[in-house]
RNA sequence: GGGGUUAUAGCUCAGUUGGUUAGAGUGUCUCGUUGACAUCGAGGAGGUCACAGAUUCGAAUUCUGUUAACCCCACCA
């Protein structure tokens, strides 16, 4: 057997329907086998990096990883095809919270706790887990195609990073940008942590609002006030009003008498209290309260914690010791109201703080914590964007980034968590001084004892993560990577976090890798459920992306997520769009068959000439150059929606539909005569197919590569994937080929349009008459005769000499430069076609109205573009035809 | 309290510097299965582009306001 049969035996056993888990993951470990993922620094190629934004380790993959995967995945493989020295990092986090969780719920399962097992036996544990669950999302990201350089695959804590994270902290330490103060920090009670600002969330709340009255000392007055947690009031140290209010003028300066406690708390006055909330004199909790913990600085009040760690009420708050806070209010508020110390009630919204993690609500509390200052650290950040060094897609996230910036606090970076990065602290236990060291300490470098130990506390994961762009690459070693990689060129992750991420990001880059981490970062939105909810796991309606592969293949679900939306705005999933984006990988699985089917005897090194080439060859090419410019000005401006748009109308709308249908008379004529034609089409065929199935493989990795390995292609390369990207075809673009094209396909849905109106039996042949008006087309329909025949079941067809009568028994049509007739057997239906040809006049009619006012707009001639007015004229003159055409064709029917 | 997004066909959404007869998928109706594909093909119906103004020769597209939905930020007890 020949190349050429072999090569068509092979093709009939092509299935027919395409089934993705035939070949997904063959490819998959050809790829990674062959180490095309992999990249070594190349400093003849511009770089093009990207580092992974890292999941969770413990995590598994959801629809949001699906959609930042492919989006960054489309990026990687597009510029790889391009030329450029690729790398894509990837690695995942420890996220500290998150997995220390996990492990302490399966330590309560087994009837222990952390503090029982003690911090190394944890510590032990959580490295189990991780080894055990914590690559299953690494593996989970190679089934949706990711191609990821695994050679570089890092994690947050391994010794890399931490040596990153010693290096970034202590030298923070050593500028005074990182410091430790007792402060009032938000403080979850649940996770037993501190946590940052931006952990918390603010949700409103249905509260109330207890008015108390507090005894003025030693007089039969009160002092009114207005509270939302009466519970606080153990630690009650003062009571504040503004220092213009008339109602209390007299009262500033006394001191009163705190109920049940009977302590005496003095009031006095505060500018920051509003006059108009409640009763204008506010409880101060120094120890509670952020508010309030400024007042308490400010006029030296005492700081009386009364709710610990565990949101627990503590021995200050009496015999409501060790009772919960919650039910500590209800049982106090029944107590103050038999008192006589509850005034009044009022219903009161409020936002209220809870944990991002575990939603419990926040307890502000006093504790001694480490910090960043934000100040100088954000300002070149800000500027990094503010210049345009840094470019946001889309633009609108710019603003909300610099907002959050030019607002922002210290960030509070301890956590009360034994995973996670050690805090490289060491207290002194003699000279009671606090040393911050690169290397582990084992004696205080101030007075040389050995009694030290280090602070108990791990960094924040985001601390880490922050330095991701360029511990990855192997700061602060200066690696060569470091070097050609770094800034990276694109960071592509959700809206959800910019502050958490994004922006720390950019501090710690400019601070440590000396230079922005990104050129560009590309916001994507979130995944949401058909009802437009959120995907969780306590809704129960998240769908699994695994789930989706297995069942309709990795290409699809990518398809599925990129298509119908646009950058930065949530999207829905939907099963019929999955299902639609199938049937697209199927029209291409059956597009290529067909070819596949016919390449038997096909001499690859036929080599076609001008001459050789149909009207469709030179449309279809045509069609080729203009997706392959449109596709890729789309992948280089983010709109990958868009470029998979353009690439499925294309291949289905005109390719498929079109061309293929015009070549099957060529191919399945297997006569010496027809030979050339034959190649001609199977040339082109393979051409398109071949240049498109590279255009479409960023998108659709594993379909692309299973078919262009059987399609004729350039065999020194062994993979799609690191084929070159198509570009130069614009030579291909003819204008003339596509509006006769045009003209012929406008002709031949006319033609279908007039058969389904008169009910034509499918079999059967209709005759059409052709009278052009515009007579550069005639030839163009007699060359191309066929098209009609084959596509619109047109035959005969007549094209009438120029000035001839009209058929009278004769459905019409009407396109650019085309009258079209329909000659019936029998009587036509006179009043139903006049009907018909009323309304298409009405149509008509309009857009001339349209047109003429708009022509005749003295504005518009003089200020539009010439070229407008010019195609404003044509469009008019070609109504104009079609109305005499019609009219004409009207007065006809009357006759009859 | 501040800021943002969205409003286009029954449903989900495109429509990128203002000039289109306003599109797609899906659903719906009619017709069609011998050689790529019924995961398909052909044809049809279906839209005052939320509302009101403004700018302009010209607005789905730019600006302002209104309405509605959603989101983010925010230490009034």
Redesign the pocket.
Known sequence: MSDNEQQAQAADNIP????PQSFEKKWYEYWESNKLFHAEVDKSKKPYSMVIPPPNVTGQLHMGHALDETLQDILIRYHRMAGYNTVWIPGCDHAGIATQAKVEAKLRDEGTTRYEIGREKFLEQVWDWKEKYGNRIMYQLRSIGSSCDWDRERFTMDEGCSKAVREVFVSLYEQGLIYQGTRITNWCPDCNTAIS??E???V?EQGH?WHLRYQVEGEDRYVE?????PETMFGDTGV?VHPDDERYKDLVGKTLILPIVNRRIPLFADE????????????VTPAH???DF?MGQRHHLEEIKVIGNTGKMLETAGKYAGMDRFECRKALVKELEELGVLVSVED?E??V?HCSRCHSTIEPLVSKQWFVKMDSLAKPAIEAVKSGRIQFVPE?FT??YE??LE?I?DWCISRQLWWGHRIPAWYCDDCGKTSVSRTDLTECPHCHSKHIHQDEDVLDTWFSSALWPFETLGWPEKTPELEHFYPTATLVTGY?II?FWVARMVMMGLAFGKDIPFHHVFIHGLV?D?Q?RKMSKSLGNGIDPVEVIDKYGADTLRFTLIT???P?????F?W??V??S??F???IW??S??ML??LAGFDKSFQPTDDDYTLADRWILSRYAQTERNVTD?IE?F?L??AA?AL??FI??EF??WY??LT?AR??DKTEEGRRSRETALYVLSFVLEHTLRLLHPFMPFLTEEIWQKVPHDESVKSIMIADWPAGQEHFINEAAEQQMTAIMET??TV??L???V?AA?GKKSEVELNFLDEALRPVFAANESYLTVLAAAAPVTLLPQGSAKPENAMTGLV?GVEIYLPLKGLIDVEKETARLNKELA?VEK?IA?LTK?LG????IT???AQ?VE??RQ?LAGYQEKKQSIESRIADLAKL
């Open positions: 027919k329907v395409y089934d600002d931006i918390v969330d603010h409103t609002l006030i207005a509270t939302t947690r504040a920051y209290v509003d006059k108009e909330f409640g009763t204008g004199a506010v409880k309260d952020p508010n400024e009161h409020h936002a703080g609108r603003k909300i907002n959050w607002n606090r959800d502050f949401r058909s437009g119908g939306n646009t930065g705005n949530d999207m829905r939907y019929e769009r299902e639609s199938r049937n990988a199927n029209k059956n597009a068959r067909y089917m016919n789309n401006k709109e929606g868009e748009r499925y109308e289905w709308n498929c539909d293929i249908e099957k191919l399945y031949i849905k279908r349009n058969r389904a109106e009910g499918p650019d149509n857009e349209r708009k707009n003295q504005g518009f200020k539009a573009p407008v195609g404003e469009k």
